[in-house]
């Protein structure tokens, strides 16, 4: 029998009961507690998608012009006149200075004078001249005169040769007195005022015009990048005037795309040393003149079409040893599969190396993940590349 303190019994039900719960207490103390694992992380997995890719090769360049030309002041004089406002898209053949003309109108009108003389000359002397001729079949004019005649008539010749060169160099020059634009372009700032005084010291550059429709993109390609387009050319039998025709796509920075379409116009004829490139040039209609000198550009040309596996770009990782994505395997284990990537098609990336059709590649939930960690994966389908055929 259980005592108090006193040596007396517990007094009642309540006394019973609290005697119960103590031992239940003592008793629950010698019961083992055991760890429960959590359950393994949910993951969202997706199979690669395989569809028709088109495979580009792509580069950054530069656009440039197809023609830039100085405008230069060929003749001397004071400026008269500026026909065009700064920055102005001209024609061919517009005028866009003029300098005083007033002294190169009289200089061909003098040579013109001279000319004249000259043919003058000429026929006295070929009239003495056969005059000269007919006395001496006769044997009544000397030897010496006529030699004297046919020397005069040489010399009449001659000088109207001279005075025809001056002619037309007078006339060139009084042309030089309007400064034409030599092409269809836009026309810089004018370095000149009116009035000054220009071509004192040899040509003065007046302004500059720039041909910006058509327009140039210059671009580089890797040696590597040559040596498998060669290959395919030979394949294909392409000849050189074919590969003019190679369409070429090309994006500003600012572009979503490549909406501006053109043709291949150049390839060099070798590989630089330095750099181990190739120097290609693309011509684009830029009716629309977006492209301006200078631009920096993306260009890519398309070299075929194939089947491709293809995952989500949000589903690749990087480390030391490159590229690399999280796939599950037949046991739910992460395991990371190194891969080899090819060009990013919308949302997705083509896989060139590394992955199986029927691989389950995490694309959600990657931080919870973690290799030789078991998973709890959940399959999804993932969309088609936007353009994939």
Known sequence: MLHDFAGRSPAGPYGRALLIASALALSSCGQDNRYVAPPPPVVKVALPIEQQVTRYLEA??????????????????????IHYRDGDIVKEGTVLFTIEPEPYKLKLAQAKAAEAGAQATLKQTE???????????????SKAALDNATANRDSAQAKLKQAQADTAQAGINLGYTEVRAPFDGVVT???????ELVGANGPTQLATIVAVEPIYVNFTISEQDVLRARAEI?????????????????GLQSDEGYPHKGTLDYFAPNVSQGTGTL????????????????????????????KALLVPDAALGSDQGGRYVLVIDKDNVV???????????????????????????????I???????????QLQGAAPAAGAK
């Open 335 to 365: 395991e990371p599969r190194k891969v080899t990537i090819g060009p990013k098609v919308g949302d997705l990336r083509v896989i060139e190396k590394g992955l199986a059709p029927d691989d389950r590649v995490v694309v959600a939930g």
């Open 234 to 250: 030979r394949q294909l039998g392409i000849t050189q005037q074919d590969l003019k025709k190679v369409p070429v796509e090309v």
């Open 189 to 195: 700032a004018r370095l000149v005022s009116l009035g």
């Open 127 to 141: 009239l003495e001249y056969e005059r000269q001729t007919d006395l001496a079949a006769r044997a009544v004019a």
């Open 279 to 306: 120097a290609l040039r693309a011509i684009l209609p830029n009716t629309d003149r977006v492209l301006l000198p200078g631009y920096f550009v993306r260009v890519r040309i398309a070299e075929d079409e194939a």
């Open 60 to 81: 950054t360049g530069n656009a440039a012009a197809v023609n830039s030309t100085n405008l230069v002041a060929r003749v001397q004089g004071f400026l008269q006149g």
């Open 367 to 377: 931080l919870r993940a973690v290799p030789g960690q078991k998973v709890e994966p």
